[in-house]
């Protein structure tokens, strides 16, 4: 990948990523303590920290929530890390099945520019919705929907986690992972 500066990085990562693993999700107790180990551990230099991040039109298993959560998100490389602490007793998939929060691996994320058509494939591989909520953007007026889908047991075995399928549009989603991956360089 040629590239004439370092802020075309991002822009090249992001633009080859549809389809792809562009985030490792986690959910954390202690947010503070979660991105100083990341950043030890995995040399991610900063986060984006968005407190009390709101989520539109968010379903748990059908069952309409409110869920407050702060969120940081951090690179190292090219891989995007995002720390989820929940804030509320709220069903989600931010909890462990007992209701206990955890400093667990929660999810693996992947751009579609076709979301509508992704989410039907996934569905008809087997893949379970859990969890559906919309982002909007101060930049612009759009939504970005993303879901977590509960993969297939003949698929995953004993493995947990979910399959988050991030709508890479509005231009402002785009816009901020374009910047976390240029902050890790």
């Not at 509320?88 to 462990?96: E, L, R, T």
Request: charged content about 25%; proline content about 4%; aromatic content about 12%.
């Amino acid at each position: 990948m040629q590239m004439t500066n370092v802020n075309d990085f991002g822009k090249e990562m992001i633009m080859q990523a549809v389809g792809k693993i562009v985030e490792l999700g986690y959910v954390v107790t202690d947010l503070d303590k979660a991105c100083e180990f990341f950043k030890t551990a995995f040399g991610v230099k900063s986060f984006e920290v968005y407190q009390h991040m709101p989520m539109l039109n968010s379903k748990f298993n059908d069952v309409v929530v409110d869920i407050d959560v702060d969120v940081a998100i951090g690179a190292s490389g090219g891989m995007v890390f995002e720390l989820i602490k929940q804030n509320n007793d709220a069903p989600s998939p931010f909890h462990a099945p007992d209701g206990q929060q955890l400093f667990v691996f929660n999810h693996w994320s992947i751009f579609t520019d076709h979301y509508d058509i992704e989410l039907e494939k996934y569905l008809a591989d087997g893949y379970q919705q859990s969890f559906y909520a919309e982002f909007d953007s101060e930049d612009d007026s759009d939504v970005a929907r993303v879901v977590y889908l509960k993969l297939p047991s003949a698929i995953a075995g004993d493995v947990t986690g979910y399959l988050e399928l991030i709508e890479r549009n509005p231009p402002s989603i785009f816009k901020s992972y374009q910047k976390i991956i240029n902050d890790a360089q």
